[in-house]
C-alpha cells in the first residue's frame, strides 16, 4: 500500500489513478488518512452511488430501527414463500440454459 502527504503528491492524478491499480493509494494530512486511490473491483456505478448517498444511509438506518432484531423472517423462510430455491440454483440453471455468447474479434 502506497502512502503520500498532500503537501507532497506533486505527481497527476492519473499517475496515481495507475499506481492504484497495483495497490490502494493513501492520501494523509499531516500523518491523519482522509482519502484513497482504490481499483473499483467487483462493483458498479450504482452500487458506489448508493453506498455514499446519506439519502440512501439514513433510509437504511430507519428501516433497521422499524424492525427490531428477530422480528422479520429469514432469507431462507422468504425464499420458501416465493418458491426460490436456496443458494440460487434456479438461477444457475436458467443461466446453463442459455446458449453460449460467441466471442467477437
Not at 503537501?7 to 492519473?14: N, P, Q, V, Y
Request: proline letters at 6%; a positive charge; glycine letters at 6%.
Amino acid at each position: 500500500m502506497k502512502t503520500i502527504d498532500v503537501a507532497e503528491a506533486t505527481a497527476s492524478l492519473g499517475s496515481y489513478a495507475r499506481r492504484a491499480r497495483r495497490e490502494p493509494v493513501i492520501v494523509t494530512h499531516r500523518g491523519k488518512p482522509f482519502a484513497a486511490l482504490t481499483p473499483l473491483t467487483h462493483t458498479d456505478w450504482e452500487n458506489l452511488a448508493v453506498s455514499y448517498s446519506r439519502k440512501f444511509q439514513a433510509l437504511i438506518e430507519r428501516s433497521r430501527a422499524s424492525c427490531p432484531p428477530g422480528a422479520g423472517i429469514t432469507s431462507d423462510e422468504m425464499r420458501r414463500r416465493l418458491g426460490i430455491e436456496a443458494g440460487g440454483a434456479k438461477l444457475r440453471k436458467r443461466a446453463a440454459r442459455k446458449p453460449a455468447r460467441r466471442k467477437t474479434r
